[in-house]
């Protein structure tokens, strides 16, 4: 059996930033990616602005400025036939007004060789963990497949977590949730992107479609929302009905019709709402979407669990290297971050009830309306509350900073 101080599952960007902070600290800290590689279909390529504080603090933001990237810093919203800018980020406080779209495996390759660079920080790439180790009553790490069929087990003093949504360990270890009912699934595809086509993030609300098309430079990343299990019969028509729809609420996307040729080039997310009760038991702990899955309303759910993981590696490193973690140490990660993660599903869940669900129902339209609805004037109009949507999607609740440790 193999050993490490802390195993972390799954080499999205809440582990690698915790095992990145964790080596900066000295802990002996292994991450274990069950792909080959970074290059996939990764759904969100958002880097918010403390993602973007964090990346300074850690002396990676001159290397992270290389990236290619798409700067978006308004929301636009059609209204009969034009836009309406719904919300700035360019008046938001600190060096960053701006939401960074670049593709995650750049992201995550800076994070990699960051990391490699710390003599106790080892990465395993096509290593999936299949079930926990337990010893004495308490997770003492995992059992691993590799991609050639190799099997075996890491023990840790910590395993933590990082496996998503569909987390196999919180499910091995038996953690309960509270679930939330959604009201949507998510298409997400590809759309060229001309020139003359507006910039930023579009939301499009028109009768029984909802969309946001996120600015990506030379295309459009789009996320079409359908009603809860719908997507099965969707398929059985054809595949230009979602533009079609699309055009009539933005008709500067008639010349793409026919952008997309089949039902392959559409990607379904299932959409789930949940936060574990406890986020932990003796030897793991559970973050990001592992512990609370997110809805992709707003797009925070990359930023939330980013935070997650910086609070942890700022909590849980003394008592890693002293030897001397203990389940109150876990416990107060939890106690951390179990505020913002209640705020922002909260608003997600409002969200879902106020505006998406009456928007698939076919009871807003807000595309073909002769004006602003009464709640978009007010938000457009008010200052101080035209200024809180802005700083909620771009720094969150409890925003945290790199310990003193990582800083570079």
Request: overall charge positive; proline content about 6%.
């Amino acid at each position: 059996m193999e050993r490490t101080t802390c195993l972390v599952v799954g080499g999205g960007p809440a582990g690698m930033f915790l095992g990145l902070l964790l080596a900066r600290a000295g802990v002996e800290v292994t991450v274990l990616e069950k792909h080959t590689d970074f290059l996939r279909d990764f759904r969100g390529d958002t880097v918010h602005p403390t993602t973007l504080d964090l990346l300074d603090e850690l002396g990676l933001g001159a290397e992270f400025a290389k990236l290619p990237a798409r700067k978006v810093d308004q929301v636009q919203l059609p209204i009969a036939g034009g836009l309406q800018t719904l919300a700035t980020l360019k008046n938001l406080p600190g060096k960053h007004k701006y939401v960074a779209m670049v593709p995650q495996w750049d992201l995550l390759d800076l994070l990699a060789r960051a990391a490699a660079a710390e003599p106790t920080f080892r990465l395993r790439m096509n290593t999936e963990a299949t079930d926990l180790v337990w010893i004495d009553g308490r997770v003492g790490g995992v059992v691993y497949r590799t991609a050639d069929g190799a099997t075996g087990s890491i023990e840790a003093d910590l395993t933590v977590a990082c496996d998503g949504r569909g987390s196999l360990l919180r499910s091995a270890a038996g953690l309960s949730a509270r679930t939330w009912s959604t009201p949507m699934d998510v298409w997400w595809f590809r759309l060229p992107r001309t020139e003359i086509d507006p910039a930023g993030a579009l939301p499009i609300v028109s009768a029984r479609r909802v969309a946001v098309l996120l600015d990506r430079g030379d295309y459009w990343q789009c996320a079409t929302l359908i009603a809860k299990g719908a997507d099965e019969s969707a398929r059985r028509g054809p595949v230009q009905d979602i533009m079609r729809g699309l055009a009539e609420a933005a008709p500067w996307l008639h010349d793409r019709v026919d952008a997309l040729s089949g039902w392959d080039e559409v990607k379904l997310l299932e959409v789930k709402l949940d936060r574990l009760t406890q986020w932990y038991t003796h030897g793991l702990l559970c973050l990001g979407d592992a512990a609370h899955a997110m809805s992709p309303a707003g797009g925070v759910g990359i930023n939330l669990a980013v935070q997650d993981s910086v609070a942890a590696a700022r909590i849980l490193a003394p008592p890693l290297l002293s030897g001397a973690l203990r389940i109150r140490d876990l416990a107060k990660v939890q106690r951390r971050r179990r505020f913002p993660t209640v705020v922002t599903q909260g608003i997600q869940r409002l969200l879902h009830t106020i505006a998406i669900a009456p928007a698939l129902d076919g009871r807003i339209d807000i595309a073909s309306a002769t004006r602003a609805p009464l709640p978009v004037r007010i938000l457009r109009r008010v200052p101080v509350i035209r200024s809180v949507p802005p700083y909620l999607l771009a720094r969150g609740v409890l925003p945290e900073h790199a310990p003193h440790f990582a800083r570079r």
